[in-house]
C-alpha cells in the first residue's frame, strides 16, 4: 500500500481515483500520521441499496398515490401545478 501526503491526495485525486480504480491501495497521511485509506470498496458497500434514479422515481409516485388532502389527491394538486 503506498502513502500519500493529504495536500498531494488533494492534488491530484482524479489520478489516484483511476489508480484505485485499477485496484491500487492508498493510505492518506497528515503530518505523517494516517487519516484516510483510497481502496476498492467490498462487494457489501458496493451493493449498499442505493436505489437507482428510476426506482426512486417509482416508489414516489406509488407513495404519492395514496395521500389526499380532504378532497384533494397528491396528484391533483402536482397537476394542477403543471398548468
Same mark, same amino acid.
Given at each position: 500500500?503506498? &502513502? !500519500? +501526503? /493529504? @495536500? #498531494? /491526495?488533494? !492534488?491530484?485525486?482524479s489520478a489516484l481515483l483511476a489508480q484505485v480504480a485499477e485496484g491500487e491501495s492508498f493510505l492518506v497521511? &497528515?503530518? +505523517?500520521r494516517a487519516v484516510a485509506l483510497l481502496t476498492q470498496p467490498t462487494e457489501s458497500v458496493a451493493a449498499s441499496g442505493h436505489a437507482s434514479r #428510476? #426506482? !426512486?422515481?417509482r416508489e414516489l409516485a406509488e407513495f404519492g398515490r395514496g395521500i389526499r388532502l380532504g378532497d384533494i389527491s397528491? @396528484? /391533483?394538486? &402536482?397537476?394542477e401545478g403543471r398548468r
Open positions: 500500500m503506498k &502513502r !500519500v +501526503g /493529504a @495536500q #498531494e /491526495a488533494r !492534488v491530484h485525486f497521511t &497528515r503530518h +505523517g #428510476e #426506482e !426512486v422515481i397528491l @396528484q /391533483a394538486l &402536482r397537476d
